[in-house]
Structure formats: structure tokens, C-alpha cells
RNA sequence: GUGGCUAUAGCUCAGUUGGUUAGAGCAUCGGCUUGUGGUGCCGAGGGUCGCGGGUUCGAAUCCCGUUAGCCACCCCA
């Protein structure tokens, strides 16, 4: 009987498995670099607490069974439910903003194509306590940075930036109460992937005969790129009173998003694209989703605010602002790109080995060396030297340590540096002592 | 859930109108005197040609079915 992987769920090989702590690494080291603190969250989780958040149609999309307790069960499709549990548990003792991250793996019973499986590693990070627009503007810095720090440029990728409060405070003045307007977003959320007629016929069913000026004043709205346009067109909006004010207030957070997202350096990256709804009800004012520049390929990671999902999922109310970034994307724009190179790590010393007697100090020696921490390795089995020289090349050794009959009556091991080919004898007895500068500086040749 | 494409060695692929024992490169392993470098030379292992049926004297090749993979649509927290 031959087995096989399930379909979606990646093996990692070696140098994959490299790659991808690469890749792991860059980005912890991001999350650090802004100060957020890493968690971490069981990968199997009651059933009930994805509907709660999305709802039961969410269950075709889950690995759920029930355990042997009689619980239903499912393996995370994502953190954020487990997070803002853990958030509203202990909220009222966390000292704010509370900024958390996590790379972990998720899983989605999906058909797998390109850039998607049915199990991948997302980088999740999330501000909670802090409802200004501070708090968007450094995660989105942050955003540009993990994806920065591969080497993408603002020629590879952009964050398209949107606002769902924008949003309903244009269709409050389109006469849309709540109801209709989430209908609404949610055919905007698609408008980029449907064909005209199709729209229409869709508002239609919202909006009667008013269908087709509103989709013409929601695609002008969708072309906006600046902030002066989008500040006069939202000024323009026949609003009144309380609206008026909400929107003359929500310039200025957007005054201040953008503001911050400059002074943090990012500016380049963002793309002001109201066409980002992001289907999920939960979302209630920015969001966000960083795109591959040249169109093709799937987002690369998306967020938002999300204000009232801790609340919704029993704890008090609390503020939050979050993305995700998804590994399998994101890989296959490095590769396309070619900013991925192979991550194998290559030992510091290979042992050389003459004889039975040899093998004893090689083996002894090794021992010493790993327990002061460098990474030694030396043939299992004896071979000609010729050969092990040449392992000892493939496998990237930096130093050759040669134990041969000569070496070890003098009770000397011979060191070579592969870089620069010099050779030099070092009594066995003082390798504690010498292997530091050697690790630091190699071996030069010797000038008079 | 729907559709398209593909399937020959670990990987990338040849394989003529159907014709002996299915090949190459890379990779792996061994050898080229137990004292010196990745690309050199010699050699070896490794395939029920995805699987099942059919046509034929004869099938990797033609036909039918099936499975898997990839890609696109749907969906995408």
C-alpha cells in the first residue's frame, strides 16, 4: 500500500523546511522590531466558536469531527476567534494597547490550487485597546515591513486601504438604512469580479430604478486614488447633521492614518482603493489588503479594524485592529521574483579521518567542539581521503579538522580553511582555547 | 460543486505510422591504492510506462473507464 500526502497538506523537506523558518524568522523578527509580543492558541477548538463568529454556512469550510467526548470540533481556519477569546478573558488586566502576534498553522477543507491549500502557516497580528487611527497606521507599517524585509519594493506590492464607516456614511446619504447597506457592501465587495449588467441586476433588488446612478456614483468613488479627491467627494455628500459630523470626523482619521503611515515610511505602498470591502460583516472601519502590484496572483495578507468582535464573543468591548498574512502566497511571489535563495545551514567543521586511532580523537574532539556550540560532523564510515574532502566540499564545511597517523603521535589536529586553502596545526589540547578566533577570523596566509 | 490539461526512474524529460530486453541528463550509491576541493573518469542500483479493462500476433503508444495531480471557475475568515 503506498500512501500519499492529503491532498493540500505540504511536506517539508529540508531545504523547504529552511525556507520556510526563513521565512518564519524574518517575520518574528518584524513583529519584534515593533515591539509585539508572540501567543499562542490551541489548533483544535470547539465548532461553535467559528459559527458564533461567521456563521454555520462557515462549516463547509471546516476539518470539523467529534471527538471521542462528543464534542464538535474543528481545527482553526484562522486565529482571530481563538485571540479575542483570550483578549476578553483577561482584557481588564492587560495593559494597553496590547500588541500580539503568532505564526501558526491553519487549516481549510478547500479545494487546493495555486495559492491556496488546506493547510498553510499565517502570520497574524493584532493591536487591541487603541481605537485611533494610530493603531491602523502601525500595523499597516508593520504590514509593509514583513513584506519588505524579503526584499519586495513598492514596484511589487501594494496596500490597497479602504474604509468601511466611509462606506456607510455614503450610502446613509444614499437613503440606505442597515440592513440595505450590508446587503449593498457585499455586492461592492464583488463588483471588481462581476460583470456590469450583473451588478445592476444585483442593486436592483436594493435599490429599484435608482440602480445604475448609484453604481456610477459607487465606481467614481471606487477610481479615487488621492485624499484631496476623496476628501471633496465625501464633503459633497448630501449629508446632514450627525452625519455631516461623523464625516468631516472621519477625514481627519484618515487625515491622520495616512499622516502616520508616511512619517512611517510606507506611504509608497498604500493605494487609497475604496473597491476593498472585505466581504466579513465583522469589520467595522479601515481595512486593508496587500496585493501582488502586478494584479495577478491572490492577496498576500488582509485586515482591519474588527471594534466589536470581542464583545460578540463574551468579552467587554474592545478595540482591535488586526491582519493576517498567509506563507503559501507570499512564497510564491518571492519565487517569482527570485528573492528566495536555499537556506541549508552548512556545518562549521567536518572531520577528516585516517584510521581506527583517528576516529577516537575526531570523535572526542567532535564532542567537545558541539558541546561548545558549533556544528561538527565527520564521515560514519571510513573512507579514502580524497572522498572525504570532496563530502566535506558538498556538504559547505567552512574548516576541515585532519586527523591522520602524523596528527595524532604529535597529539595535533590539522585545520584547513576552505575559503582560503591555508592549513595550520593546532595541539588537541588547547582547542577550547583557539577555536574562537579561529570560527572569527579563519585562517590568512601567513605574509612575511 | 463545474470545467480544462496532465500522468514514463527520486527530479526534468525522450520514446518514430503500434514492433526485440523502455532510454538520457541530473540526483543517489560504489570504485578510480588511507594525505587533500564542488565541476574528472569508470561502474551500479532504480520503472507492473498512474490503475483497470478493451482492440491487436504484438500496446508506453490506439479506444473506454477510473484514480490522482495541476490549472481555472465558485468560494475565500
Not at 493576517?324 to 536555499?342: F, I, N, P
Not at 575526531?362 to 556550540?373: F, K, T, V
Not at 558538498?394 to 597529539?411: H, V
Request: charged fraction near 25%; aromatic fraction near 10%; glycine fraction near 10%.
Amino acid at each position: 500500500m503506498q500512501f500519499q500526502s492529503l491532498p493540500g497538506f505540504r511536506e517539508f523537506y529540508p531545504d523547504a523546511c529552511a525556507r520556510r523558518n526563513h521565512i518564519f524568522g524574518q517575520w518574528k523578527q518584524v513583529a519584534r522590531a515593533f515591539n509585539f509580543q508572540e501567543y499562542d492558541a490551541p489548533v483544535l477548538e470547539p465548532l461553535e466558536l467559528y459559527i458564533e463568529k461567521s456563521g454555520e454556512e462557515i462549516v463547509g469550510q471546516l476539518f470539523n469531527f467529534e471527538d471521542r467526548g462528543g464534542r464538535t470540533v474543528a481545527l482553526r481556519p484562522e486565529m482571530t476567534p481563538s485571540l479575542a477569546r483570550l483578549i476578553g478573558a483577561k482584557a481588564n488586566s492587560l495593559k494597553r494597547p496590547i500588541k500580539w502576534f503568532n505564526i501558526g498553522e491553519h487549516y481549510r477543507y478547500e479545494k487546493p490550487q495555486k495559492g491556496r491549500l488546506r493547510a498553510f502557516y499565517q502570520f497574524n497580528v493584532d493591536i487591541f485597546g487603541e481605537s485611533g487611527p494610530a493603531a491602523d497606521a502601525e500595523l499597516i507599517a508593520l504590514l509593509v515591513q514583513a513584506l519588505r524585509t524579503f526584499g519586495l519594493d513598492s514596484k511589487d506590492f501594494k496596500v490597497r486601504l479602504s474604509d468601511r464607516d466611509l462606506w456607510l456614511l455614503m450610502l446613509a446619504a444614499e437613503g440606505l438604512d442597515e440592513a440595505g447597506s450590508a446587503t449593498v457592501l457585499g455586492i461592492i465587495d464583488k463588483l471588481e469580479r462581476t460583470e456590469r449588467p450583473k451588478a445592476i441586476e444585483q442593486l436592483y433588488k436594493v435599490l429599484g430604478d435608482g440602480a445604475e446612478g448609484f453604481l456610477g456614483r459607487v465606481e467614481q468613488a471606487i477610481a479615487i486614488r488621492d485624499f484631496d479627491t476623496l476628501s471633496e467627494f465625501i464633503l459633497s455628500l448630501p449629508l446632514e447633521g450627525d452625519l455631516a459630523t461623523q464625516a468631516k470626523q472621519r477625514l481627519k482619521d484618515w487625515h491622520a492614518l495616512l499622516g502616520g503611515i508616511k512619517s512611517a515610511g510606507a506611504a509608497d505602498f498604500i493605494q487609497i482603493d475604496l473597491g476593498i470591502v472585505r466581504g466579513l460583516a465583522y469589520y467595522t472601519g479601515f481595512v486593508f489588503e496587500a496585493f501582488e502590484a502586478s494584479g495577478e496572483g491572490r492577496a498576500l495578507a488582509g485586515g482591519g479594524r474588527y471594534d466589536a468582535l470581542v464583545n460578540k464573543l463574551g468579552g467587554p468591548e474592545m478595540p482591535a485592529v488586526g491582519f493576517a498574512m498567509g506563507d503559501v502566497t507570499l512564497v510564491d511571489l518571492l519565487e517569482s521574483k527570485k528573492l528566495l535563495s536555499t537556506y541549508v545551514e552548512s556545518p562549521d567543521f567536518i572531520a577528516i579521518i585516517g584510521g581506527a586511532e583517528a576516529r577516537d580523537a575526531a570523535m572526542s574532539d567532535a564532542a567537545l567542539l558541539r558541546s561548545m556550540g558549533y556544528r561538527v560532523d565527520y564521515p560514519l564510515k571510513d573512507q579514502g581521503f580524497g572522498k572525504q574532502f570532496k563530502d566535506a566540499n558538498q556538504k559547505g564545511a567552512r574548516f576541515a579538522l585532519i586527523y591522520g597517523s602524523e596528527e595524532i603521535e604529535k597529539g595535533v589536529v590539522k585545520v584547513r580553511d576552505f575559503a582560503s586553502g591555508v592549513e595550520q596545526e593546532f595541539l588537541r589540547n588547547q582547542l577550547v582555547e583557539l577555536t574562537p578566533e579561529l570560527v572569527s577570523n579563519g585562517l590568512q596566509e601567513c605574509r612575511p
